[in-house]
């Protein structure tokens, strides 16, 4: 990759000689916010006070279409675009300042004065636009902003300057509260009889003293490749802006509204799930095309798969067609709102283990459960059964790695993909390690499970009061909470004398399995950090049984142990088994 990076001012890159700039239409659309604005005003009045430089960041510039005058702005169109609005904003207050009495009211429409807003009005307007041709601009926003932006830089009506006329309105356009501020600020902090010429020579340091480093590059996958290592004050792309922009430009113009209607609604889709769209994409390639990739690499696949696509419906529309599907696919069975205990609810089957997946933010079975969703809906039910209790079983419990489980996952998509290989082949790789999740080591396992993480401790006490209960449902799930017998705080307990064995920490009982039960929120915050005999009777009456059986194992004079944890944990793992089957039929 052949990039020599240039340290340049505003002067040099937004000089004209027939260059333009482009935003494509897959980049965000203008996003800086009103802070963003004022902390770069702020910024530029202490460089020209300094009278120091100021590095602005890079700036990515791509051939557009081979052309060597006009650039796509890869990275740092939020940059340009916030100093072109200031410059439009001096190049007005220039040409209006000896037509507008109202603007600088203080200050004599003298030959001295004049002089310097006729100045300050040729060098604004020529960062703008070539001065022998006014239609020429040489910044040109994507099609959203591109009315807004260019009603700005093209006005020479009277500049608003009353606070009403610059009061900020909450829907308006972000292009339009970004002019808003650089008015209020310059009439704001510009006053006094050298008022014009002060803003001269301020707006002459912005366009000599401010540096970019600027990058040009051929290819969008040189492109990419620079943003795995660049970080600057915009708005940073990712690997799906450039695949949108890959998708668009291969259609070369054909259908361009089809494909960014498709891509506007798998970006909804993924909105309402777990995954980033760069995330889906990895899952989507991983899953549909059969190719096992890092978010590094991945854009090179794709970007290699998309140029060998015809720019006709059954080429780069197809494959926008597709990915906006399995979108929609995904976002069924990761949505964000499909968790535990709602999940259990669902009528759909797969979909209620799907949700326990979700709750327990395991991501590594994706690409299976896509794939099976899109092609074999009638192993979709098994399959997601098999992937929530392989993945409690190999990383809640086991604390195997997530590459060990990945592994396995990739050996059930490759063999999802064989059309030869039977449904009893393609579970076979969730019972290779019965050493590791297999029922004896699982329980084993279990009984020595110590849990840190509330959220994910109340998921497994719930379950096992469900299975134990026969219970469809947790009643006002949020008000119940999950109690530590031993508490978190446990001051008082080691105050009044609680013995553990020797060699053992005080947290290795109370984030023990054994440990934990249900209780309404009430009580808990009643009694979280009380000793055992000022606790346990609140526990009477309690709906859940296990609460309930410590209370009256503990009016027979029993007081709470390791050694009754110890027995506590060694019961319940009798059932985790059946409540987390990992069963070949």
Known sequence: ?????????????????????????????YSWTSDEVETLWIDLKNAFKNK???????????????????????????????????????NIIGSRFHLQPDLFPDLARDEHNKKFAEKMRNIAIQRLREASEPDNYFLHLNKKDSPTFRG???????????????????????LIKTKKIFIKKILNDFKGADSIE?????????????????????????????????????????????????????????????????????MRSIESSRVSPVDFLRIYWEAIKGINTTKKELYKFICHYIEGLPATKTGVEQFSLDIKDKAESLSNFANSRLIFPDCIQNSNKALKFCGEINQLRYATCYPVLLYAFSNRKDLVDKLAELSLSFLFRWITVGDYSVGGAKAVFDEVLKLLNDPSKTESDIIAPFFKHEDKV???????????LKLQDNALAKYIVSK???????????????EIHLEHVLPQVSTKWEA?????????LIKDWVYHIGNMVLLDKTINTKIKNSVFKSKFPEYQGSPFPDTNMIYKVATTGRGWSPEWIIERADEISKSVSDIWPLKKN
């Open 496 to 504: 009044a004398g609680f013995s553990i064995p020797e060699g053992t």
């Open 438 to 448: 297999g029922d004896s080591a699982f329980q084993s396992s279990f009984k020595q």
């Open 152 to 174: 700005i830089i093209e006005s020479d009506g009277p500049l608003l300057i009353t606070d009403e006329d610059l009061k900020i309105v909450k829907n308006e356009s972000r």
């Open 52 to 90: 120091t430089d100021y590095f602005m960041g890079t700036v990515v510039l791509k051939e557009h279409s081979g052309s060597e005058e006009k650039f796509d702005i890869v990275d740092g169109q939020q940059r340009l675009a916030t100093f072109s609005i200031l410059f439009s904003v001096f």
């Open 198 to 266: 002060a803003l001269y020579s301020f707006l002459v340091h912005i366009v000599k003293k401010l540096r970019f480093i600027s990058i040009r590059v051929k290819t969008d996958y040189e492109a990419f490749l620079l943003f795995e290592s660049l970080n600057s004050k915009g708005m940073d792309l990712s690997v799906a802006d450039l695949v949108k922009n890959k998708i668009l430009m291969h259609a070369n113009g054909a259908s361009s509204a089809e494909l960014l209607d498709n891509w506007e609604e798998m």
């Open 464 to 478: 096992v009061y469900l299975h134990s209960n026969n219970a469809q449902a947790i009643p006002n799930y949020s």
């Open 1 to 29: 990759m052949d990039i020599t990076p240039k340290s340049e001012s505003l002067e040099k890159i937004l000089t004209g000689l027939e260059t333009n700039f482009y935003v494509p239409d897959y980049q965000r659309d």
